[in-house]
């Protein structure tokens, strides 16, 4: 049976690939410690550099990619590397990034864990028995798991979780006002007055470039100029509030974790699925593979590890996202990239082709340098 694309349902599509915009350039802040870390303001202009010259172009490379193939990651990439007449070498991105979106969804659900057993503790005012963190932290990222990838079973609607997330964002506001500070320099991989070079690095990796989470998205997403200039806007609200001092920024990024959940675990389940297995048995070895090793991963290596494993996460996903630039900007075909990616103008196009070459790499290893002498 042929499925029917109505303009309704590519609306829905759109507006859910906006949101998701949002979730991951959330998480990836939780993932670099910068959760109610107070981030000097004089960083904020280079992470939003590099987020316009740098992301954004990486975004649109990982679209372009995922349209022309029209397939899962491992077969899209062997797809577009027959096409391109490419060496096979280049496929090494597609399992790259399966594997560091595995590494990423067990820090995530970890991290959930931490951020909402110090909200919880915070809120309760004690910290011994049930409400321990050797208690609550297995516990509640095991919950976290099962209800951020049973949202793939329920179909729910991301962009219901927007006015929660928003309301949290006003109440970090409203306690850093009311200077209702939360302490949690002992969570932070890199506490405030990061460096100029790793406000770059973070906010060129603010897209998720080198996991390809948006893989599965983008080849169904029509380009809205609308709802893309509302995700900047809501993008921009969202992330200055995660990094403002408060409680609140810690339940939003534990949200914001809990939701990527699911953005992390569609490119495994659309190669899962591509192998011929069906839903939920993709869906029961994804959840086995990451509760274990999450679990693992708190009861072994602790709080320090996390942070450490955290910045190799950051690392990896530059590393992928060279390659990926290197690819999208060098090996792939002019016209295929042109038309996959369907801009508006010629210039448009020729921007992005020197981003992609040229601003992308070189701001990616700007940042490199300053996040290896933190591990």
């Not at 609607?157 to 309301?167: A, F, G, K, R, S």
């Not at 993008?235 to 534990?254: T, W």
């Not at 693992?296 to 992928?320: D, E, H, K």
Request: glycine share 8%; net charge positive; proline share 4%.
């Amino acid at each position: 049976m042929t499925s029917v694309t109505t303009p309704h349902s590519t609306s829905i599509v759109a507006s859910e690939s906006a949101v998701s915009s949002i979730i991951v350039a959330m998480a990836v802040l939780a993932w670099a410690g910068l959760v109610g870390a107070g981030v000097l303001w004089g960083e904020l202009p280079y992470m939003a550099l590099s987020a316009v010259f740098a992301a954004w172009p990486l975004a649109l490379a990982e679209r372009a990619l995922a349209v022309r193939s029209k397939r899962s990651l491992v077969d899209g990439m062997q797809h577009l590397t027959r096409e391109s007449d490419a060496a096979r070498g280049w496929r090494f991105i597609a399992y790259s990034g399966l594997f560091a979106g595995l590494l990423a969804m067990v820090l995530t659900a970890t991290w959930t864990g931490v951020f909402t057993t110090v909200a919880v503790q915070s809120l309760m005012h004690d910290q011994s028995g049930w409400l321990s963190s050797a208690m609550l932290v297995p516990a509640l990222t095991t919950f976290a798991v099962f209800l951020g990838l049973l949202r793939y079973v329920g179909r729910a609607n991301l962009t219901h979780w927007l006015l929660p997330m928003l309301l949290l964002a006003g109440v970090s506001a409203y306690s850093l006002s009311h200077e209702q500070v939360w302490p949690l320099d002992s969570s932070l991989a890199l506490p405030g007055g990061i460096g100029w070079s790793a406000a770059l690095l973070i906010g060129a990796l603010l897209g998720g470039a080198g996991l390809m989470v948006r893989w599965p998205w983008q080849q169904h997403v029509t380009p809205q100029p609308l709802l893309q200039g509302a995700s900047v806007v809501f993008s921009m609200a969202m992330l200055i509030s995660l990094m403002l001092p408060g409680l609140a920024a810690v339940l939003l990024a534990a949200v914001a974790c809990l939701l990527m959940l699911l953005a992390l675990a569609r490119p495994w389940l659309a190669v899962l699925s591509a192998r011929g297995l069906a839903m939920w048995p993709a869906l029961f070895v994804v959840l086995v593979v990451v509760i274990g090793l999450a679990e693992i991963l708190w009861y072994t290596a602790g709080l320090i590890r996390l942070q450490q494993l955290s910045l190799v996460l950051l690392l990896w996903m530059t590393v992928n996202a060279l390659v990926l630039a290197i690819y999208a900007g060098w090996i792939m075909k002019m016209s295929h990239a042109r038309k996959a990616l369907n801009l508006p103008s010629e210039a448009a196009y020729n921007v992005w082709r020197i981003a992609i070459r040229w601003v992308a790499p070189i701001t990616l290893l700007a940042g490199v340098g300053s996040l290896v002498g933190l591990i």
